[in-house]
């Protein structure tokens, strides 16, 4: 038997105060956000009347889940000031919300921007704001400011839900705002969000890193780790229970270090134990997690609920401990082999995925071999794969051994070649098999055939039987017949659920 770690789990009464010790500037601030939505609204419905059209918007969105959640809290404000998304014309407001942690990704906002130029020109009053972890960077804000005069507005992560009084400044004086701050944000709740799914939602716990892995810009463009209270997460998980969500995904930096920076008491773990207890969403799930602070207990919860889904992402980087090191991961091949092993034991059939760094400075033939043991010896379900990425300002970008991109880019095909081939291994072993499938709705190439994933995460699509009947939102159970290295193709058995 299991030696279960005790996990002391707080009475939900013992956090019904902490939402007003929670009252800060930052919720002041809301409140008067709601006054400069209301004006916005008013000018727009004005508009509307005169001209018997509504301003439209587009938010475009760059980067990982965190944006995307804050992409539905850009829209959720832009809803409450009277836009409606873009159809098929020019939109009268463009949000770019921006990422940072490759160039490529800064590249493609460039070009995007730049390709609004001409566009800005026939249509003057066509407002484009850039937000997000780019605009946190100097040189950018500079960047834009110099060379792309047709944005209008730019603010950073930290003073998002002071979007709405940005752009009322932009709009009512005129002129272009430039808004970033510097200080770490507070945790500000009450925020208007529109979200993209029915069935699924994002919820932040944290916002931050205090990591400082030495190539992440991220602590630097998103600051320091600050948790949301235990009470204002459970508050909006059981409301999206009551809504009919069957899977939450919470989100931080490094969800591990959840509540390090709080005095309740209430750590990862607890959290988890605590929204599986006070909710009934059938699949919770959570990203990221850093493995020097994966807790046993941590694990003990996910192997006491099943409700979270046998799913774990732990990005690895690098196999090899000197590399490791030089990235100030904090953990060494042995101790994460070891983690990966102990999860494996305590939850049978986990699926795991991870990220992998190729072609960081100073990385040997030596080091990439071992890089490839690792990913040999846990045989991962799937991996994040990168050509490391100098980013202006981290420790690494100052590193002398930089690998030359050939050297990089040789090295990562072996590694895909590698991990695609273990992915199509362990995706076979599921022809045969029924699985539990949330159907996330029609296949995007082929609307006959529906598309979902299971809770280790993969792929499957399946027939779609009946046209009269929409599946999307539900747990069905799906018979895998064919396996290919990025999904499985199944016959649906059972849509009960
Ligand atoms: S844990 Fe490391 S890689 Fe992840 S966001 Fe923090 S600094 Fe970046």
Same mark, same amino acid.
């Given at each position: 038997?299991?030696? %279960?770690?005790?996990?002391?789990?707080?009475?939900?009464?013992?956090?019904?105060?902490? +939402?007003?010790?929670?009252?800060?500037?930052?919720?002041?601030? /809301?409140?008067?956000?709601?006054?400069?939505?209301?004006?916005?609204?008013?000018?727009?419905?004005?508009?509307?009347?005169?001209?018997?059209?509504?301003?439209?918007?587009?938010?475009?969105?760059?980067?990982?889940?965190?944006? *995307?959640?804050?992409?539905? &809290?850009?829209?959720?404000?832009?809803? *409450?000031?009277?836009?409606?998304?873009?159809?098929?014309?020019?939109?009268?407001?463009?949000?770019?919300?921006?990422?940072?942690?490759?160039?490529?990704?800064?590249?493609?906002?460039?070009?995007?921007?730049?390709?609004?130029?001409?566009?800005?020109?026939?249509?003057?009053?066509?407002?484009?704001?850039?937000?997000?972890?780019?605009?946190?960077?100097?040189?950018?804000?500079?960047? /834009?400011? &110099?060379?792309?005069?047709?944005?209008?507005?730019?603010?950073?992560?930290?003073?998002?839900?002071?979007?709405?009084?940005?752009?009322?400044?932009? /709009?009512?004086?005129?002129?272009?705002?430039?808004?970033?701050?510097?200080?770490?944000?507070?945790?500000? *709740?009450?925020?208007?969000?529109?979200?993209?799914?029915?069935?699924?939602?994002?919820?932040?716990?944290?916002?931050?890193?205090?990591?400082?892995?030495?190539?992440?810009?991220?602590?630097?463009?998103?600051?320091?780790?600050?948790?949301?209270?235990?009470?204002?997460?459970? +508050?909006?998980?059981?409301?999206?229970?009551?809504?009919?969500?069957?899977?939450?995904?919470?989100?931080?930096?490094?969800?591990?270090?959840?509540?390090?920076?709080?005095?309740?008491?209430?750590?990862?773990?607890?959290?988890?134990?605590?929204?599986?207890?006070?909710?009934? /969403?059938?699949?919770?799930?959570?990203?990221?997690?850093?493995?020097?602070?994966?807790?046993?207990?941590?694990?003990?919860?996910?192997?006491?609920?099943?409700?979270?889904?046998?799913?774990?992402?732990?990005?690895?980087?690098?196999?090899?401990?000197?590399?490791?090191?030089?990235?100030?991961?904090?953990?060494? &091949?042995?101790?994460?082999?070891?983690?990966?092993?102990?999860?494996?034991?305590?939850?049978?059939?986990?699926?795991?995925?991870?990220?992998?760094?190729?072609?960081?400075?100073?990385?040997?033939? *030596?080091?990439?071999?071992?890089?490839?043991?690792?990913?040999?010896?846990? %045989?991962?379900?799937?991996?994040?794969?990168?050509?490391?990425?100098?980013?202006?300002?981290?420790? +690494? +970008?100052?590193?002398?051994?930089?690998?030359?991109?050939?050297?990089?880019?040789?090295?990562?095909?072996?590694?895909?070649?590698?991990?695609?081939?273990?992915?199509?291994?362990?995706?076979?072993?599921?022809?045969?098999?029924?699985?539990?499938?949330?159907?996330?709705?029609?296949?995007?190439?082929?609307?006959? &055939?529906?598309?979902?994933?299971?809770?280790?995460?993969?792929?499957?699509?399946?027939?779609?039987?009946?046209?009269?009947?929409?599946?999307?939102?539900?747990?069905?159970?799906?018979?895998?017949?064919?396996?290919?290295?990025?999904?499985?193709?199944?016959?649906?058995?059972?849509?009960?659920?």
């Amino acid at each position: 038997m299991h030696d %279960r770690t005790m996990i002391r789990v707080p009475d939900l009464d013992d956090f019904s105060g902490s +939402a007003e010790e929670n009252i800060n500037a930052g919720q002041i601030d /809301i409140e008067k956000q709601h006054l400069y939505m209301e004006q916005i609204r008013d000018r727009n419905d004005m508009y509307f009347a005169e001209k018997n059209r509504k301003r439209t918007y587009e938010v475009r969105n760059f980067g990982c889940q965190m944006n *995307e959640h804050d992409a539905e &809290k850009l829209r959720g404000m832009l809803h *409450e000031m009277g836009y409606v998304p873009n159809q098929d014309e020019v939109p009268d407001l463009i949000v770019f919300n921006t990422c940072c942690v490759r160039e490529n990704a800064e590249e493609k906002v460039y070009g995007h921007i730049g390709a609004l130029k001409s566009l800005k020109r026939d249509k003057e009053d066509m407002i484009i704001a850039v937000c997000g972890c780019m605009t946190e960077q100097e040189h950018v804000v500079q960047e /834009i400011r &110099k060379k792309y005069e047709n944005v209008d507005l730019v603010f950073g992560t930290h003073n998002l839900h002071r979007f709405p009084e940005l752009l009322h400044k932009c /709009i009512f004086t005129n002129t272009r705002v430039f808004e970033i701050s510097n200080t770490d944000g507070e945790v500000v *709740e009450g925020v208007p969000v529109l979200r993209d799914s029915d069935f699924k939602a994002w919820v932040t716990i944290m916002y931050g890193c205090n990591n400082f892995c030495s190539y992440c810009i991220v602590p630097y463009v998103r600051g320091r780790e600050r948790s949301r209270a235990v009470c204002d997460i459970l +508050a909006e998980v059981v409301e999206l229970d009551k809504a009919g969500i069957k899977e939450i995904t919470l989100l931080g930096q490094n969800v591990n270090s959840y509540g390090h920076d709080r005095r309740d008491g209430v750590d990862f773990a607890t959290l988890l134990k605590l929204i599986c207890d006070s909710t009934s /969403i059938p699949r919770i799930r959570f990203m990221t997690s850093h493995p020097k602070d994966l807790s046993d207990e941590l694990i003990e919860v996910m192997a006491n609920n099943e409700r979270i889904c046998r799913h774990l992402h732990l990005p690895v980087q690098s196999g090899s401990t000197r590399i490791l090191e030089k990235m100030n991961r904090k953990y060494t &091949k042995e101790k994460y082999l070891e983690l990966v092993k102990k999860v494996k034991e305590r939850i049978p059939g986990i699926a795991l995925s991870t990220d992998i760094i190729v072609g960081f400075p100073g990385e040997t033939e *030596e080091d990439f071999n071992e890089t490839l043991s690792v990913v040999e010896e846990v %045989r991962f379900d799937s991996a994040f794969t990168f050509i490391y990425s100098k980013r202006t300002g981290t420790p +690494a +970008a100052r590193f002398e051994d930089q690998i030359p991109e050939e050297v990089a880019k040789e090295r990562f095909n072996r590694l895909l070649e590698l991990q695609n081939s273990i992915s199509r291994e362990i995706n076979e072993s599921y022809v045969g098999r029924n699985v539990e499938v949330l159907v996330e709705g029609l296949s995007r190439t082929n609307d006959k &055939k529906y598309t979902g994933r299971t809770e280790g995460n993969k792929v499957v699509n399946f027939d779609r039987m009946d046209e009269n009947i929409d599946l999307s939102g539900r747990i069905v159970t799906v018979r895998i017949d064919s396996a290919q290295t990025w999904s499985l193709n199944g016959t649906l058995v059972n849509s009960k659920n």
